[in-house]
């Protein structure tokens, strides 16, 4: 079965980094469009990035262009989404996600919390 898993989320001071990843099994990795979202406290989940199966093309929303960037290693089944310039605002569950045929698949979410 279909099954992603997210890391790398914490507690962040605003200004910093964090790289999330999110491993993949159970799909053919390396055709599969893959995609990073997120939802605040009392919010909608709202898209964040997204990549290609190449990984040559990608885009990121407007609130995190310049500052997020989304990358793949096909070899290890696995998107990365770096986050840099960290704000409060960026504070949210994070999950991947992908759709295979007609299905869409989200992780479990990890943890993003950014605060001084």
């Known amino acids: 079965q279909v099954q992603l898993v997210e890391s790398g989320g914490g507690l962040v001071q605003p200004g910093g980094s964090l790289r999330l990843s999110c491993a993949a099994s159970?799909?053919?990795?390396?055709?599969?469009?893959m995609g990073w979202y997120r939802q605040a406290p009392g919010k909608q989940r709202e898209w964040v990035a997204r990549?290609?199966?190449?990984?040559?093309?990608?885009f990121a929303a407007d609130s995190v262009k310049g500052r997020f960037t989304i990358s793949r290693d096909n070899a290890k089944y696995t998107v990365y989404l770096q986050m840099n310039s960290l704000k409060a605002e960026d504070t949210a569950v994070y999950y991947c996600?992908?759709?295979?045929?007609?299905?869409?698949?989200w992780g479990q979410g990890t943890q993003v919390t950014v605060s001084s």
């Open positions: 996600n992908t759709v295979q045929g007609s299905d869409l698949y």
């Open positions: 990549i290609s199966p190449s990984g040559l093309t990608s």
């Open positions: 159970g799909i053919i990795f390396s055709t599969s469009v």
